[in-house]
């Protein structure tokens, strides 16, 4: 079918290198390679803190604060953006985007919120442009995979689901989209999904042009 939209998460669909750079500023920190996630997603409160961001109930500046002393650091001023620095863009992904757009489909970004505020990711990774419509859980107060985020954002595309493709590298984000007709494809850490999904939305990419060593 001919799709009219095109919704993209943020975290492992347009930025990229995204474990590798963690661990690395782990190590340079004189932590274990996994502090990070353990800190995030394994200690119950560090899980609690950490969705509490999501939604907006805890400030980013709070919740590195918070992380800091968890991790036993000394300073924490711009914690996430210091831990992000190594982070890249998805050029595929973004060429995908744009390529969209320019085909006169809506392009939305739908993300899980880390804070925007000492360190804005979206401007760090430079996305905000490619999009129509941006649809960040902190701003509304709940987070994928609540089925209502994936309805606010159909609703401001003004879009049905059956219109839209969802790309997300968490597979438990997929299910509501897909409750809601949306096509999803999963970004699993293959690097022919992008070309897939390009072919999915009936885009031809312009290729690479070679750069001059």
């Not at 500023?25 to 560090?46: F, K, S, T």
């Not at 969209?100 to 979206?122: C, H, I, K, Q, W």
Request: hydrophobic share 45%; glycine share 12%; net charge negative.
């Amino acid at each position: 079918m001919s799709y009219r939209g095109l919704i993209l998460d943020f975290a492992g669909v347009l930025a990229t290198g995204i474990g590798e750079a963690i661990g690395q500023w782990c190590v340079g920190e004189g932590l274990a390679p996994d502090a990070w996630l353990r800190a995030l997603a394994v200690d119950p409160e560090g899980r609690e803190r950490y969705l509490a961001l999501e939604a907006g109930r805890l400030t980013q500046a709070e919740w590195n604060r918070h992380t800091a002393r968890a991790l036993g650091l000394a300073e924490s001023e711009n914690l996430m953006g210091r831990v992000w620095a190594g982070v890249r863009r998805a050029e595929e992904v973004i060429a995908v985007a744009r390529a969209a757009r320019e085909a006169g489909m809506t392009v939305a970004m739908l993300s899980n919120s880390f804070g925007l505020d000492p360190y804005d990711p979206y401007e760090y990774v430079g996305v905000w442009e490619l999009f129509d419509v941006a649809v960040i859980s902190e701003r509304e107060g709940i987070a994928k995979p609540d089925p209502e985020i994936y309805r606010l954002t159909l609703e401001r595309m003004g879009l049905s689901g059956e219109e839209c493709v969802f790309v997300d590298d968490q597979a438990v984000n997929l299910p509501p989209a897909t409750a809601l007709g949306i096509t999803t494809v999963h970004a699993d850490g293959d690097p022919g999904y992008v070309g897939r999904l390009a072919g999915l939305l009936g885009l031809e990419l312009a290729p690479e042009t070679p750069r001059v060593v």
